[in-house]
């Protein structure tokens, strides 16, 4: 297993685990205030952590198909196919104090300029503090063709 190390979130609100070797990518290139993104050095996997506007008009695994076809669409992704859609135990959650609700998708998009790949997101819904906690990472794969 790869080393790991923790890494503060947004000036130190929350921490995550993540490997030594992870890049920042604010190190390479300007990221929006609202998101955290690393990369790993040689697979080009890479992870984004986003605090995002609590969407009141959609709860529960409805959050989670309407975060993912959000990015699809910014993103001018040509398809879009979800393949699985689970909630998260809260037990087992770090948030478990602040977390009303969590879900994990999994799915496709192909973006116009890449290849299909696929994609994991996490929604954690925090109303509390009016916002939600996206996790979104992906695993490139080779042309399909």
């Not at 990369?39 to 506007?53: A, F, G, W």
């Not at 040509?78 to 689970?86: G, K, N, P, Q």
């Amino acid at each position: 297993m790869e080393p790991t190390r923790d890494c503060p979130l947004f000036g130190g609100a929350f921490s995550a685990i993540l490997p030594t070797g992870a890049i920042d990518v604010s190190d390479l290139r300007p990221v929006p205030d609202n998101q955290e993104v690393f990369c790993h050095p040689v697979t080009d996997q890479s992870l984004i952590v986003e605090l995002l506007e609590l969407q009141a008009h959609v709860r529960g695994e409805a959050a989670a198909w309407y975060h993912f076809e959000d990015v699809g669409g910014v993103q001018g992704a040509r398809s879009v196919h979800v393949e699985s859609v689970h909630p998260l135990c809260l037990e087992n959650l770090a948030l478990r104090g602040c977390c009303q609700e969590a879900w994990v998708l999994s799915g496709k998009q192909q973006i116009a300029k890449e290849n299909q790949h696929p994609k994991y997101k996490q929604i954690y819904c925090l109303p509390q503090n009016s916002s939600e906690l996206c996790l979104a990472s992906n695993k490139i794969c080779a042309d399909p063709k």
